[in-house]
């Protein structure tokens, strides 16, 4: 199972943009940033810090690889192709208007469609083999309570704001017309979650072919969270650090599930010889 060249190309062609723009954003935080709240502005700097430091070079490394026939790697890279999906969307739909708005259309449309496609070029079957078909009653309930658990926070606070007839309080916190985390997650990313432990519950194929992708993207997701605290501390703002318990354990509770996971894929497939892993 090889990432096909124009899915390689695209992957690395988003990680390529987004580091270069992450480096514009960590050097000309004020131009770049400016217009935004306190809170907002600090949340985008964590996401370059995440990006430049570990995101867009993993997602380099791993289109590589999985161009080379590492299945682990192709797996892998969903999960950061997603990640940057759903931050770049946050990027280019909720900051203002400014040097770097056509870098992060760019790197969406890049890495959206980098993920389709590498998506598609996953050899479902070879996967399935993979996991030898087993049950992983486990791994699918940790997806599936992660999506409920997350989609009940958003809710404890969205109908409250509705009942009241009041803005969504943590919009109002960046100062946008509507939270965008609530919209990707409710509408695309948390179903997605739920969906892919549901059928790696029924042993489906496609469980098993997203089930790695998705605990990436939960990682992932949590690490930009973990550093706003520290970018707020060293801007000078109100750091929050209630968060960084719950968000950390989840985050370390997640690699263990993945690093495990990706442990059982360690032989070749069934009936198959040793190939590039």
């Known amino acids: 199972m090889t990432l096909p060249r124009p899915w390689l190309w ?148 969205i109908v409250p704001d509705l009942v009241a007839g009041r803005p969504s309080t943590s919009a109002s916190d960046w100062r946008v017309p509507s939270n965008p985390v609530h919209v990707l997650d409710l509408a695309f990313f948390l179903p997605a979650l739920a969906l892919s432990g549901v059928l790696l519950l029924r042993r489906h194929p496609m469980g098993y072919a997203t089930v790695v992708g998705q605990l990436v993207w939960i990682a992932s997701t949590c690490l930009p969270i973990l550093v706003v605290p520290f970018v707020s501390s060293a801007r000078g703002h109100e750091a929050v650090w209630a968060i960084e318990a719950p968000i950390g354990i989840l985050c370390a509770v997640t690699l263990v599930v993945l690093g495990l996971l990706l442990r059982r894929m360690s032989g070749p497939p069934e009936g198959r010889p040793s190939q590039p892993d």
């Open 10 to 157: 695209l992957s690395l062609a988003a990680a390529l943009l987004a580091g270069a723009g992450s480096v514009v954003g960590l050097v000309a935080t004020s131009r770049v940033y400016g217009r935004e709240t306190a809170l907002l502005a600090d949340t985008a700097v964590a996401q370059d810090v995440v990006n430049l430091a570990l995101a867009a070079p993993a997602m380099a490394a791993l289109a590589v690889a999985a161009a080379r026939g590492s299945v682990r790697s192709h797996l892998c890279l969903l999960g950061l192709l997603a990640f940057t999906v759903y931050n770049y969307a946050i990027y280019a739909f909720s900051l203002h208007f400014g040097p770097l708005f056509l870098v992060w259309v760019g790197v969406l449309g890049l890495a959206l469609f980098a993920l389709i496609g590498s998506v598609s070029a996953v050899d479902v079957a070879q996967v399935e083999s993979r996991f030898a078909h087993r049950a992983m009653p486990r791994t699918a309930g940790f997806l599936v309570a992660v999506a409920l658990l997350f989609g009940a926070v958003w809710m404890s606070e």
